[in-house]
């Protein structure tokens, strides 16, 4: 049995009731952790004294934004990694970030178990334990969703309003949401079916496509070593540049996606995600490496990226493989150093503008003139080589070579060749 | 010396150079192959006297639209074959259509030589050409632009006004383009500086997102077997059916993409493309394969969908790699069938309502109550040995398990272990 | 409850204490399923007067050796599957070939439930119980190891001596075992700790280097499209071919492998295999298709070769990724005809001679000498192209290009472009 | 026209005509570097009178062994590279270890051109060429093989009798080899048709495994963060103990490896290779390696494996991709250390013991028995999410979810859903 639980804790419907139910059940205090990345003030605003109301005996608050972005975050954008092709992994990428904060409070506190409010059929109670296992191991794990007999959002609102945990909830919220400086997620409701396309209200950080301005703006971003470090040429840290992206290309409704996904844990759900300045920051990071990666550079870390991608989603980030994948990436980087222009325009990111001091992009080779380091006639041998095994092959199978006689000879003597 | 050459001709000043040079230079007949995947009506009207008045001995016309779409096009739609991230293929997956067909018209008109106007630091000349070696490894392969010596479209239009090539170019043509049912691309003027903006005036299929309507339209993609059958319920044959998607997407700006890219022969360049119909389809078939395929083919498709695009790019359409990666991807689109709504508006392309009888989607599964095949407490066994490596690296090293001691010792009796 | 099992059996000790626990536990009738995919003469006598004297209701043997060797051994053989570079995955292709016959065997006989004897730490009850996912998902699964409260094999041997449960095994074993057509695996005793040596007691179906012969044998091995068809120019049915050459390679100590590997489960473990038949042919596979597959063609294939390999080890046979994976490697043997000769000796199996039809190894071509199609100053096209992004990059950083002024201009007129 | 010429220069027959070509062609000095990277003692001795002898203006031998084992040899073996699956690379990893070397000796003396005794149809002009370009791209390259009118082994030596160059080579020599501290090719003779074996004159620094020792020997190689470090538990610099291995496994006859590979230049050709020290070192390693790293670095390393041999044998050494490669492998050797003994018998070398501070195998873990981190019961939730999606392939697909109508209603209102 525990002696002392630490709760990964965000003052919702699921970890109010969970607070209470892990010290009713296990009848030891239980720490609350609170880990800021970004859900948005509302969110966190009076959460220690609701903690404390549940019945918490101790609440620790952490602000981890600076770290999400630099330590989480920038590394996933240099390596270009999305899941399935769509999703720019939002939730993934801040539960290893919380999760390690998580353990360290709970080492600090002298805790000795961990817990959290995910449900037992999502990705993220994946995500919290492999961190925990990875930097906790002697911890022991409490999952409330896998050993209560709640069974649903209802069966929450009854316990809660039994025990008088105070929730803000209604029994007629209609989407599970998530949400962290790089994005909102929504799942649920009339998502369920992907033949519903998604109703308006659903959408949290952007206007409409059709209600955003009918005229175009644009923001430029400066990238050193891979990483964000400027808006329209002024130096920003990295929260508030993000911020301000999440701001003004949410304004321009840039950073829906809508995706059916295989979780982790073998199921397909259909999810809804806004990643307004991630979205405009992916824009703008591949737009300058097109000018500055060369191509077999460019293929094998194309490839990477899909393997970095679900190393995040499945919550492997404490592991020697996204280790060995970040050095890989951290190498590609080294000059992935200029700026892009993006145009923000009715939910669309592109980039129209970019500029390296690293560009290999040279036109006076790409043009037709003569240049100094490309002669036209090389291309014919580069053809006759590449094409050469089609031909062959093309030319059918060849006749055997004309070996002097005495060397066939001589091979096959003994019996056995040797 | 050839006795009788096939040239690929477009009508064009790089070809219409092409085969007057190419008469007067080997003194021998030409025929011109001219093969129509859509470059546009206005492209072939009178294309056959213009040849003939430019010196060809004989014109071939074929008319390959039906084949370039369903042989072609949909292959590397159902691959999911994006080049670098962003480029439809437009360009690459025509050639070895027409590569093909030439050869056939040069051997059914007797021709010893093939010849292309393309240029010798461009992709298109190794396309043609890796044909050629695959198809017809015993004909010449005669490319002009890497044996004469003009250099510049200035030094063609002289060579044509001295011979009186009737060419319809001026001096003052800025772009380089290529279009076919699939796209049209854009080389060359103010494009060669990424730091530019792409100029509106370059756009030829699709209009500004701008001046797109201001109400969203939409079309309902019908599919079976990882082929487009159908507009809005209506089936309809291929070619009606893209052509008919380029019109309505292209009304909405849907299409465009602006990439520095990394061609096969070494160096970088910008290029601007349309693939108005393309996009929307690229679109409705990743979303309806969400719903169908499951994660591990996801994944391993999405992995080889990279290296189809670059064999696509790189002209090795005709080798046995294509054809394996072919036979792959039919075997996973055996239940990609169903049906997918793309919503067209201000330049992009949405898919928003997806429906397949062979859906995996389960909401019934992915929602947090009970249910038949998911017991939520199957999730703690799956983490636990998802994260055990982690677990028992974080431990650190095991002690030496205890082998019984005779057992050790007999295996070090011998002074080699054997 | 079941109201009749199925139960995998082997007659060993874990099946017979299994078998008897089950009718014991659920009290219902028992189905003994008894595959036969080449454990050996030994280990089927009697099989069915055992699993009757054990408390079994029915007993149902089927023979799968040719459907072993011809749908699970040869598709693997010719995908090049080789687990971790080294293991040949003998126990893991036994798996779905079993599991495939027992669903059919419980629903031919009317049982409701599936049980096996693996326990719950090893591969085994994976790809078991993957197969009776994806054949028979409304059957109910039984694991007896991972619900009794036995422990150990010493366990086992109590509970089968209090029941009477007729077993030959004694305390002493040593080795656990698992044979078939394709191999033997051996695990646990001095195995244990991978600094010990194989002690020599633990091979079986192998001589020892040392003690096979002192002059070398050969074998030739003839194939059609990848598959085994012929011994020293004879044809063979595919069962007796692998028989017989399991004999040959495993008097000259062929076969051999020692391996720490990686479990799905998340453990390392250490395996002794003997593979004596399969490591010749192995061999002479691929020797065989380096003559004939060109070389984009070899490296995808033998990326996918991992994957494959994967695929098998994780019990993954029933699923879309394992059927997609064949399609392509069938597709790339085709042409995989011809014959290898191999030699052993002393533990060593060595391709030493290779021939086929569709060999695209044209010494003409691959010697000094001037050839039709290789012509050496093609060679400097292809390099300096191939080398020219290196160049480019060394050359550092270009000239912004001389782009026409009012071009320049133009596309920075509107204060966002368009 | 240049006006000093660097030769790499080996002092055999092609490199002796090529010294005297270039200063009769060029009219210019020309300075031989000769790198030392292991040839051998006979192959060096004299090798600078013998260059003055032949025409060169100057000499310059550079000491290349240590850089060689230390900066080539040691990050490819950690690294896992072998290409197709067979060759260990030794001609391939030399080629810019000596390419750098003579682009520092070239620009130390001033030179303004490169030059190679490479023929125009290897693998070898590739490697240096790009190594040149990457290095020096602003000094002229020649390569004589590709320019002069000499077409055979029978040409140069009548060339060489004129000039009276003294060369050693005779008309009878068979076998063209390549050797360094890595290993030794051979190629032409009877070896151009692989229906031959190899004859047992072809091979030098093996004896066969018919002679070699009948008793094994052993040997033990201690590892630090992946490199080799120690023989036998005796720290050693690195070159004497890759020469000292190259002795002992050759004694044995080990590392004989017999390959129709696939050349770069798009043609295949037949090579024996004789890497003795390096297959050792491969052997352990690999299963130092299996103790230490887990699953996921396991696959990922392996299939990054396959593109770093491609990289190596391509000669793209001096090149990003190379470079973010390595800082991959880097990471994950980082607890790559540890002892591994190697039994060396007859042509076979087999790690037969191995220890690691870092292992993570535990046999603890592994074998039947509870323990702390495994609870058999673990595996039946891990086997049910994992076969998930088959099962719910196999149940067929699923009915549309109940969404609450209003819902449903709702998203359809608008003509276009937005």
């Given at each position: 049995?525990?002696?002392?639980?630490?709760?990964?804790?965000?003052?919702?419907l699921?970890?109010?009731?969970?607070?209470?139910?892990?010290?009713?059940?296990?009848?030891?205090?239980?720490v609350?952790?609170?880990?800021?990345?970004?859900?948005?003030?509302?969110?966190?605003?009076?959460?220690?004294?609701?903690?404390?109301?549940?019945?918490?005996?101790?609440?620790?608050v952490?602000?981890?934004?600076?770290?999400f972005?630099?330590?989480?975050?920038?590394?996933?954008?240099?390596?270009?990694?999305v899941?399935?092709?769509?999703?720019?992994?939002?939730?993934?990428?801040?539960?290893p970030?919380?999760?390690?904060?998580?353990?360290?409070?709970?080492?600090?506190?002298?805790?000795?178990?961990?817990?959290?409010?995910?449900?037992?059929?999502?990705?993220?109670?994946?995500?919290?334990?492999?961190?925990?296992?990875?930097?906790?191991?002697?911890?022991?794990?409490?999952?409330?969703?896998?050993?209560?007999?709640?069974r649903?959002?209802?069966?929450?609102?009854?316990?809660?309003?039994?025990?008088?945990?105070?929730?803000?909830?209604?029994?007629?919220?209609?989407?599970?949401?998530?949400?962290?400086?790089?994005?909102?997620?929504?799942?649920?409701?009339?998502l369920?079916d992907?033949?519903?396309?998604?109703?308006?209200?659903?959408?949290?950080?952007t206007?409409?496509?059709?209600?955003?301005?009918?005229?175009?703006?644009?923001?430029e971003?400066?990238?050193?070593?891979?990483?964000?470090v400027?808006l329209?040429?002024?130096?920003?840290?990295?929260?508030?540049?993000?911020?301000?992206?999440?701001?003004?290309?949410?304004?321009?409704g840039?950073?829906?996606?809508?995706?059916?996904?295989?979780?982790?844990?073998?199921?397909?759900?259909?999810?809804c995600?806004?990643?307004?300045?991630?979205?405009?920051?992916?824009?703008?990071?591949?737009?300058?490496?097109?000018?500055?990666?060369?191509?077999?550079?460019?293929?094998?870390?194309?490839?990477?990226?899909?393997?970095?991608?679900?190393v995040?989603y499945?919550?492997?980030?404490?592991?020697?493989?996204?280790?060995?994948?970040?050095?890989?990436?951290?190498?590609?980087?080294?000059?992935?150093?200029?700026?892009?222009?993006?145009?923000?325009f009715?939910?669309?990111?592109?980039?129209?503008?970019?500029?390296?001091?690293?560009?290999?992009?040279?036109?006076?080779?790409?043009t037709?003139?003569?240049?100094?380091?490309?002669?036209?006639?090389?291309?014919?041998?580069?053809i006759?080589?590449?094409?050469?095994?089609?031909?062959?092959?093309?030319?059918?199978?060849?006749?055997?070579?004309?070996?002097?006689?005495?060397?066939?000879?001589?091979?096959?003597?003994?019996?056995?060749p040797?």
């Amino acid at each position: 049995m525990p002696k002392k639980i630490c709760l990964a804790y965000s003052g919702g419907l699921d970890t109010s009731v969970a607070l209470t139910w892990l010290a009713e059940t296990y009848r030891c205090p239980v720490v609350c952790f609170v880990g800021d990345v970004g859900q948005g003030a509302g969110e966190l605003r009076g959460i220690e004294e609701k903690a404390l109301a549940s019945g918490a005996a101790e609440v620790h608050v952490a602000d981890l934004r600076k770290a999400f972005v630099t330590d989480y975050l920038w590394p996933m954008l240099r390596a270009g990694a999305v899941y399935e092709g769509r999703y720019l992994l939002g939730t993934s990428i801040a539960r290893p970030c919380l999760g390690k904060a998580q353990v360290e409070a709970a080492l600090e506190r002298g805790a000795d178990a961990l817990a959290h409010g995910c449900t037992g059929k999502g990705n993220d109670q994946v995500r919290f334990e492999r961190a925990y296992a990875a930097l906790a191991p002697d911890l022991e794990v409490i999952a409330p969703w896998r050993i209560w007999d709640l069974r649903s959002r209802e069966d929450l609102l009854a316990y809660a309003a039994k025990r008088r945990i105070p929730v803000e909830a209604s029994a007629e919220k209609i989407y599970s949401r998530d949400r962290n400086l790089w994005h909102i997620s929504h799942e649920g409701g009339a998502l369920e079916d992907p033949a519903n396309a998604p109703p308006e209200e659903v959408w949290v950080l952007t206007r409409s496509a059709k209600e955003a301005p009918d005229e175009p703006a644009s923001v430029e971003i400066g990238f050193e070593a891979g990483s964000p470090v400027s808006l329209d040429g002024r130096r920003r840290d990295a929260v508030s540049l993000l911020e301000e992206l999440n701001v003004r290309a949410g304004e321009h409704g840039v950073g829906r996606v809508d995706l059916v996904e295989n979780r982790l844990v073998g199921i397909k759900s259909r999810g809804c995600y806004e990643t307004p300045g991630g979205t405009v920051l992916a824009e703008a990071h591949r737009a300058l490496e097109e000018l500055v990666l060369d191509r077999d550079t460019r293929h094998a870390k194309d490839s990477l990226a899909q393997r970095y991608a679900e190393v995040v989603y499945d919550g492997a980030w404490f592991t020697p493989l996204r280790e060995a994948l970040d050095a890989f990436v951290k190498k590609t980087q080294e000059r992935v150093t200029g700026s892009v222009r993006v145009r923000l325009f009715k939910g669309s990111a592109t980039a129209v503008e970019r500029r390296s001091p690293f560009t290999l992009h040279a036109p006076a080779f790409a043009t037709f003139g003569a240049d100094a380091v490309y002669d036209q006639r090389h291309a014919e041998g580069f053809i006759r080589l590449l094409s050469l095994p089609a031909r062959i092959a093309a030319k059918g199978p060849s006749p055997a070579p004309e070996a002097p006689p005495e060397l066939r000879a001589r091979s096959r003597r003994a019996p056995v060749p040797f």
